[in-house]
């Protein structure tokens, strides 16, 4: 029966020491999702005019992908930017994620960016008015920033819930070996010190 128990013990400290890193991953971007009502945490600029956060139905758009509250991205003729700077782990993935919702009013536009490197962009986009997630793999350099330009003259175009987390690491199978063989000398000498009682 403590064999058994042992055994337990160890294949769940085994998970959990190779899920812990990204089981609790925080978003490293604040107010990724807007919810205290405005931008604050970002730095906002060019053409800013029609940009807002708002709650609830908004031109085509019925409520926010999570939470209470979605930014509306509108200037007319220029862009505006929204960015933000975190510090991370130079070297290390992230995943730099965000909801866009819009219907490919004409003429419009929308890109995101990594450190200056646009990662998506487009003329005129459209999800057809849902939700939709784009997610993109990068590397952390210590200190990055991410930014958004849009323009939407006809209307607006829909944001929630921006974020950069750590990117889930596959363990190799030479470090997974090692923790194994760890853990079953572990369980060997707790195994021999119960049996000599």
Not at 156 to 177: F, G, M
């Amino acid at each position: 029966m403590r064999q058994k128990a042992l055994l337990a013990v160890a294949a769940l400290v085994a998970v959990l020491l190779v899920a812990a890193p990204t089981a609790f991953a925080a978003n490293l971007v604040n107010n990724g999702s807007f919810e205290t009502g405005d931008f604050t945490s970002w730095t906002t600029g060019g053409n800013f005019e029609d940009t807002e956060v708002v709650s609830g139905p908004f031109y085509v758009y019925t409520a926010a992908q999570d939470g209470t509250f979605y930014a509306v991205l509108g200037p007319v003729g220029s862009d505006g930017t929204l960015s933000q700077s975190f510090s991370d782990v130079a070297g290390h993935p992230y995943t730099f994620s965000f909801w866009m919702a819009s219907i490919g009013d004409n003429p419009s536009d929308f890109s995101a960016s990594w450190d200056g490197t646009q990662v998506f962009g487009e003329t005129n986009p459209t999800t057809n008015g849902a939700w939709t997630l784009f997610s993109f793999q990068e590397t952390g350099t210590g200190s990055d920033t991410i930014s958004f330009a849009f323009r939407d003259d006809p209307a607006y175009i829909a944001l929630d819930n921006v974020s950069v987390t750590p990117s889930q690491v596959v363990p190799e199978p030479s470090s997974l070996l090692l923790l194994g063989s760890g853990l079953l000398t572990v369980g060997g000498v707790i195994r021999r010190k119960l049996t000599n009682r």
